[in-house]
């Protein structure tokens, strides 16, 4: 496979704070990005996207930025909720060939303190 | 929105037998699948594109005649484990991409597998 399969490094975070949540994305050539919410359990869940021509977008309480120079994205999320409690996975899209292959980073578990 | 079904949902089985994985896309059709797999605290790893009417697409390292994958209809694929083993055991997940705009990908709750 093509995901990193390393153990997930934690983010603790006080409950109502801002979280900024990092990830290292592989491939230069990616034109759409996307971070997704995992609870215990559950398969992933679409937070929000990006696509490689835009370097921020918002939406409600989160914001995603991208650094193409050094192939960087972040996850933020304002006043930080215990229901935010996750695991959080970066993706690309990577079109090798006019196929389509959605590919995760090695992900982020946040932990929400009350 | 846009449901992905998986069943079932949890399942254990024998070393030596093999498992089958549905996962169906219930309001929507997709022409591709994907299946990922995903051990304890790692991250989602892409097993194979499954394309309906065709044979599906593997990543490098999967075994493609130990995990087998039919797309016979547009809202159905299947993953079946052959010959499992405990190193089997795994969290396996399925998403779908809708063919209509804007062909956004849904992911199935996974399937948990305890080959024992």
């Known amino acids: 496979g093509e995901s990193v399969g390393l153990h997930l490094p934690t983010l603790s975070v006080q409950e109502g704070d801002n979280s900024i949540i990092n990830c290292a994305y592989s491939?230069?050539?990616?034109?759409?990005f996307i971070w997704y919410k995992q609870e215990s359990g559950k398969g992933p869940q679409f937070i929000i996207d990006i696509r490689s021509n835009m370097d921020k977008r918002q939406g409600q309480r989160v914001t995603v930025l991208l650094n193409k120079t050094v192939k960087h994205l972040s996850l933020q999320i304002a006043a930080t909720q215990p229901g935010d409690s996750a695991v959080y996975f970066c993706a690309e899209i990577l079109s090798p060939d006019s196929s389509y292959k959605l590919i995760f980073g090695s992900g982020t578990r946040l932990l929400v303190r009350p | 929105g846009a449901v992905v079904s998986q069943h079932p949902s949890r399942v254990i089985c024998k070393s030596g037998t093999s498992v089958k994985i549905e996962c169906r896309s219930l309001?929507?059709?997709?022409?591709?699948m994907f299946w990922y797999r995903q051990f304890p605290k790692q991250s989602l790893m892409l097993m194979a594109t499954?394309?309906?009417?065709?044979?599906?697409?593997?990543e490098q390292g999967v075994e493609k005649d130990k995990f087998l994958i039919n797309h016979a209809s547009l809202t159905l694929s299947t993953l079946t484990v052959t010959s499992a083993h405990p190193e089997d055991s795994s969290f396996y997940i399925c998403?779908?991409?809708?063919?209509?705009?804007?062909?956004?990908?849904?992911f199935g709750p996974g399937t948990r597998l305890t080959v024992t």
């Open positions: 499954s394309n309906e009417g065709s044979k599906a697409t593997y």
């Open positions: 309001d929507f059709q997709a022409t591709t």
């Open positions: 998403s779908a991409i809708a063919e209509t705009p804007p062909y956004e990908q849904y």
């Open positions: 491939n230069s050539a990616s034109d759409y």
